[in-house]
């Protein structure tokens, strides 16, 4: 079978790091790494809304990607509390000729309704290994800091209708023991979180390193996703997680790539 594995890109285009995903994406496909292709973008921004989602129309356009956009934001302004199934309708309607097989969320600032997530396999990112904390990635390096956790990591878990609650699908992870942390935890021994919030906020050497450590792994992680499931080593039926021989799995561990493919990035 010859045909290539197809995948639907959502994305808000906000900034940099939007753009930066794509053209990632963009690189492996292109180099080989991934035998896939990107079957569309579809945005929640329009053309003329705001200047970082037209840089990131202008980067589609230059890929000659089929780019599909339905303001949210017009669908807010027009129906109030009633926008979201008006706009979840219209974005599915625009989208019925695509047929992906698998949906990454990738810089998407909208919680996906549940019509989206049952016609579509979507994964999102959440900075944090399976089991680990939930909230924004700040929110989630505060409370390992909190617990004294002696390892976290990045998954790709499937989009539901309820934020951060979805089953997760791949993931890595990584110790937050040995060089550099030991000497990093040191200095916030016998301190509260709130103090040291406090005092550094997010200055803090552990919440640096905490973060550097996350943010090389996220772009390895979405992109290594996308190749082991068009390799066809983990899929979805319906919300399990199988792996290549069908057999049901709580999650597909990508550690040992990702490590490698981070490890110059990391060196200290």
Same mark, same amino acid.
């Given at each position: ?8 890109w ?14 990632t ?11 896939a ?60 000729g695509? &047929? ?6 990738a ?18 990112? &959440? ?7 939930k ?21 790709? &878990? ?71 499931f ?13 792996? &290549? ?24």
């Open positions: 079978m010859d045909e290539k594995y197809k995948i639907g959502f994305s808000s285009g906000r900034g940099e790091g939007s753009q930066d995903l794509l053209r994406a963009w690189r492996s496909i292109a180099e080989g790494e991934i035998k292709e990107i079957s569309f973008v579809f945005s929640n921004r329009e053309p003329g809304q705001a200047a970082g989602s037209d840089a990131f129309f202008e980067l589609v356009n230059s890929y000659h990607l089929p780019l599909i956009t339905v303001s949210s934001r017009k669908f807010r302004d027009k129906f109030g509390d009633e926008w979201r199934p008006k706009f979840e309708e219209e974005a599915m309607r625009n989208l019925e695509f &047929h992906p097989d698998l949906c990454v969320l810089g998407y600032i909208l919680i996906a309704g549940k019509e989206m997530c049952q016609r579509y396999p979507m994964l999102n990112l &959440h900075p944090a290994a399976p089991g680990g904390p909230g924004t990635w700040r929110e989630v390096i505060w409370q390992l800091m909190e617990q004294n956790a002696l390892e976290t990591g990045v998954m790709m &878990h499937l989009a539901t209708p309820q934020l951060d609650e979805g089953p997760p699908v791949t993931y890595c992870t990584f110790s937050l023991r040995g060089k550099p942390f030991d000497k990093l935890w040191e200095t916030i021994k016998g301190r509260s979180i709130a103090e040291v919030k406090e005092q550094e906020g997010e200055e803090n050497p552990l919440f640096r390193q905490i973060r550097k450590h996350g943010l090389t792994r996220e772009f390895p992680l979405i992109i290594t996703t996308i190749k082991a068009s390799e066809g080593r983990v899929r979805l039926e319906g919300d399990q997680v199988v792996d &290549h021989n069908g057999n049901p799995i709580k999650a597909y561990d990508l550690t040992e790539e990702i490590d490698e493919k981070v490890k110059g990035a990391l060196a200290e």
